[in-house]
């Protein structure tokens, strides 16, 4: 059974950065791609960022870039998420997720595996 665990999380004030993390879990035979997604209170869940599964192509959403890093750790399907100059509207959940897959996958419907989250806030 794949089981995804977040940790990182927490209170920062705007401009400060936060490291997510995710991983390792699963088979370590097989590779997934894994992404970043976000929900904020009233609102849909929302991609934030994408890593293929070698490690070798990244995906950002328009709103982070820039100012957000996904990378692969070096422990098989581990994934980190370095986020600087955070904002106000960057507070949500954040979710970790794996897809079986070995491309950049952005499409949230074609993640197979979510975990519970984890909670960043951002004070202005």
């Known amino acids: 059974q794949v089981q995804l665990l977040e940790s990182g999380g927490g209170l920062v004030q705007a401009g400060g950065s936060l490291k997510l993390s995710c991983g390792p879990f699963?088979?370590?035979?097989?590779?997934?791609?894994m992404g970043w997604f976000r929900q904020a209170p009233g609102k849909e869940r929302e991609f934030v960022a994408a890593?293929?599964?070698?490690?070798?192509?990244?995906h950002y959403a328009d709103s982070v870039k820039g100012r957000f890093t996904i990378s692969r750790g070096n422990a098989e399907n581990t994934v980190f998420l370095q986020m600087n100059s955070l904002k106000p509207e960057d507070t949500a959940v954040y979710y970790c997720?794996?897809?079986?897959?070995?491309?950049?996958?952005?499409?949230?419907?074609?993640?197979?595996?979510w975990g519970q989250g984890t909670q960043v806030t951002v004070s202005s």
């Open positions: 699963g088979h370590t035979s097989t590779s997934y791609a």
């Open positions: 890593i293929n599964w070698s490690g070798t192509m990244t």
């Open positions: 997720a794996a897809a079986y897959s070995r491309l950049v996958v952005a499409d949230i419907l074609q993640y197979d595996y």
